[in-house]
């Protein structure tokens, strides 16, 4: 139940000024309609963030994650060109193996998604300054209310989501430094299998 709620907030947050977008517009939606479009709309903000968050540096496989770059300092992969491939593939090979690791898989689980949805949260209200600026001839206090009240609140939840990746980052290179001797005989096993192959 958790999840659809989460993904619901963004288009929540964007519902009254697409409300004031579509009234002056002449569009008329039934307020029963906003419940099936707040829960769609913000699955749809939140999946675009993710996109963006894959298609840019390679998302999880990039070579500068916290945990990917100590795989690569400790294993002396830094003259591969292939390095950050590599080493994702320790990272993955090493923390989805052990079942004892379910508590951090979750873990990690949780603050990605955490860190999308404040991503998507901080879109939403960026777009949703736009929307009441197009918007503010049919209801202009409340307008400016949207227009003076969403940029603080998308900079603090921009920010929040910032410092979870940041703590996550930094908790996720802690296990991969901890537990090294793990890492390092997988790596040692997948360099030997790739000189095979």
Not at 9 to 38: E, K, N, S
Not at 104 to 133: K, N, P, Q, Y
Not at 174 to 197: F, N
Request: proline letters at 7%; glycine letters at 8%; hydrophobic letters at 50%.
């Amino acid at each position: 139940m958790r999840d659809p709620v989460r993904w619901a907030l963004p288009g929540f947050v964007l519902a009254g000024p697409l409300h004031l977008f579509l009234v002056r517009c002449h569009v008329a939606v039934p307020w029963p309609l906003w419940f099936v479009i707040a829960p769609v709309t913000g699955f749809i903000v939140i999946q675009i963030v993710r996109w963006h968050f894959e298609g840019r540096d390679n998302g999880f496989r990039s070579p500068r994650r916290a945990s990917l770059q100590a795989i690569i300092e400790c294993g002396n992969l830094g003259h591969r060109p292939d390095a950050g491939d590599i080493a994702y593939q320790v990272y993955e090979v090493v923390f989805y193996q052990r079942p004892d690791w379910q508590a951090l898989r979750d873990h990690g689980h949780r603050c990605r998604e955490h860190t999308f949805l404040c991503r998507g949260m901080a879109v939403a209200c960026a777009t949703g300054v736009v929307l009441s600026l197009l918007g503010s001839g049919t209801l202009p206090a409340l307008a400016i209310l949207y227009v003076l009240t969403l940029p603080p609140i998308g900079l603090v939840i921009h920010a929040k989501g910032r410092q979870t990746l940041a703590a996550f980052e930094l908790f996720d290179r802690g296990v991969v430094m901890t537990h090294w001797p793990l890492y390092e005989a997988t790596l040692k096993a997948i360099v030997a299998d790739s000189r095979a192959d």
